[in-house]
């Protein structure tokens, strides 16, 4: 008898330690990367490693390290496919965007499924109900959820925290390396760039204020590969002017919570990001907890010339160094102080048709914050701050507005870094609350369509006879739907990112042309699509 359960155990394990506790590799073969831990994201760190596997699906996948099947994930989106595994010295390892598991562990996922009539499945196991050994093959790697490509995500986590480590301390292999890091280009807010050569930038660089200043940084492992994060970064500042005024500061990320991993946003100059589309690295703390800046802050309002050294250490432990001289002027900033600036506080701005609030610590920045409407359904709030966490919005729908819409209104909101798109939550004094983390373009329209479905094609999902589909929404997430084969509930995967679901041929003996099927698909608004389909 299978045993699940569905709450979480809390477990008590060892101290940690930098030690090779992965002794197994996840994947065999040549080693090539994707990506690497904690390297910037729109919105968040990275926060794992990810394999190439040369666009291939189905290689194996394998156990890093003795201990057991903690938790299955199988989802339309993020991770995809996914297996975690405790370990007795204390950690967690995960594998994402997987094409499979292994036999038995899929037959547990699709058993438990059955039973709750669910698509999307998180299922927390009984601890050691099933063990592993270190090179025990778990799965297979693919390219489900939010996977750009085939590739494998693995994560290295702290048991008792969830935080995920940098697994490259706990005996991953890195490789070998070809292609040295490199400090490429200093930026400024205005968009001034200027180039670094053989460790020094001679041009000097102006800003108004050090968080103006983003480091441009490049590293891979080979020539050809893909661009990594970097693992850590040290500033010192000594004026020309002033020999004794020397600041020095540096941040190293090894681990950080996924409650801060919005912090990456504020780890990123915000207006290089929107003026060249660029993630460089700030050289100044801004008002996050990840990573963590050590050292004395320095003096943001006290102009000069000063000559900056950068330290920058790459992935596999390299270390880079620049320096050359930036001008600190009396110019305004929007990160600089004064008496209108939102610093760490709580605050409401409005306009005719739309109020905004926000708790306190909600942005990465001090700044002067501007919120224009453009229209009854249109706002531009400035400059482009990075947002911690959910801001709320209040609309004021016009006195026509139909109430069928008040539950399908939609706000979308942008920035240099990304969109959302959310539906509103209608309010008894006849305004509309929305909660995002976007400060930037904001716009109101309504998702009154429901999701479109597709003809039903012959296909395969993981190896095997399937039938598939087109399956989108005009505008919101499809959050629900379900199958049904003779009036029987039946098991289907909706692959979110390529708008298609995939329903697995049932082993059914004496399946005969005539089956009916029907399919319900419902969008975030509400907005059900149901089709009836005699099977070919």
């Known amino acids: 008898m299978t045993r699940i359960f569905f709450i979480v155990f809390c477990l008590s394990f060892a101290p940690m330690g930098a030690q090779s506790y992965i002794s197994v590799q996840p994947l065999g073969g040549s080693v090539?990367?994707?990506?690497t831990f904690g390297e910037l994201r729109n919105h968040h760190f990275h926060s794992g490693v990810d394999f190439r596997t040369g666009g291939r699906i189905g290689e194996p996948v394998r156990a890093v390290a003795n201990g057991y099947l903690s938790r299955i994930v199988v989802r339309?989106?993020?991770?995809?496919w996914a297996l975690y595994l405790s370990h007795p010295s204390g950690f967690t390892s995960v594998y994402a965007h997987l094409d499979d598991f292994q036999p038995a562990w899929h037959d547990v996922a699709m058993n438990l499924a059955a039973r709750s009539q669910s698509h999307k499945l998180?299922?927390?196991l009984e601890p050691g109900a099933y063990a592993v050994q270190a090179g025990d093959t778990i799965g297979w790697s693919g390219n489900s959820g939010g996977s750009a490509g085939p590739h494998l995500h693995f994560e290295w986590r702290d048991a008792r925290s969830e935080e995920p480590l940098d697994p490259f301390d706990y005996g991953l292999f890195y490789g070998t390396d070809s292609f040295s890091p490199r400090l490429i280009a200093l930026y400024n807010a205005q968009g001034?760039?200027?180039s670094i050569s053989d460790g020094v930038w001679n041009e000097v660089i102006s800003v108004a204020a050090w968080p103006d200043l983003g480091l441009e940084y490049l590293d891979r492992k080979h020539p050809k590969g893909l661009s990594l994060g970097m693992q850590s970064l040290e500033t010192e500042w000594n004026s020309f002017e002033d020999s004794s005024r020397i600041f020095h500061q540096m941040w190293e990320m090894k681990r950080f919570s996924f409650e801060d991993t919005r912090s990456a946003d504020g780890l990123m100059q915000p207006e290089v990001k929107r003026l060249t589309g660029k993630r460089?690295?700030?050289?100044?703390?801004a008002l996050t907890k990840s990573p963590r800046w050590s050292g004395a802050t320095p003096d943001y309002l006290k102009p000069g010339k000063y000559l900056l050294r950068l330290t920058a250490t790459a992935a596999n432990g390299e270390v880079i160094k620049s320096e050359g001289p930036v001008l600190l002027t009396s110019h305004d900033s929007p990160w600089k102080g004064g008496d209108s600036v939102i610093f760490g506080s709580n605050g409401t701005l409005g306009t005719e048709h739309m109020e905004l609030t926000w708790a306190k610590n909600s942005f990465t920045e001090a700044f002067t914050p501007r919120f224009v409407e453009v229209d009854a359904t249109h706002w531009r709030g400035s400059p482009d701050v990075p947002v911690l966490q959910s801001l709320e919005y209040s609309w004021i729908p016009p006195k026509d507005y139909p109430d069928a819409w008040r539950s399908k209104t939609v706000l979308i909101g942008r920035d240099a870094r990304g969109s959302y798109r959310i539906i509103g939550d209608p309010q008894s004094n006849g305004r509309i609350r929305f909660r995002i983390k976007i400060f930037g373009d904001l716009r109101i329209t309504q998702d009154l369509e429901a999701p479109k479905l597709g003809s039903i094609t012959t296909s395969s999902f993981q190896g095997k006879a399937a039938w598939s589909l087109?399956?989108?929404?005009?505008l919101l997430d499809i959050v629900d739907y379900s199958v049904w084969i003779n009036q029987v509930w039946h098991w289907s995967y909706y692959d979110a990112k390529n708008k298609r679901l995939y329903i697995p041929k049932p082993q059914i003996?004496?399946?005969?042309?005539?089956t009916n099927m029907q399919i319900r698909a419902k969008d975030e608004a509400g907005n059900l699509s149901t089709f009836d389909v005699t099977l070919p």
């Open 32 to 35: 090539d990367f994707a990506g």
């Open 76 to 80: 339309p989106d993020g991770f995809g």
């Open 122 to 124: 998180d299922l927390y």
């Open 192 to 194: 001034q760039r200027v």
């Open 280 to 285: 460089t690295y700030r050289v100044a703390p």
């Open 470 to 474: 087109r399956m989108v929404d005009n």
């Open 509 to 514: 003996s004496g399946m005969m042309s005539g």
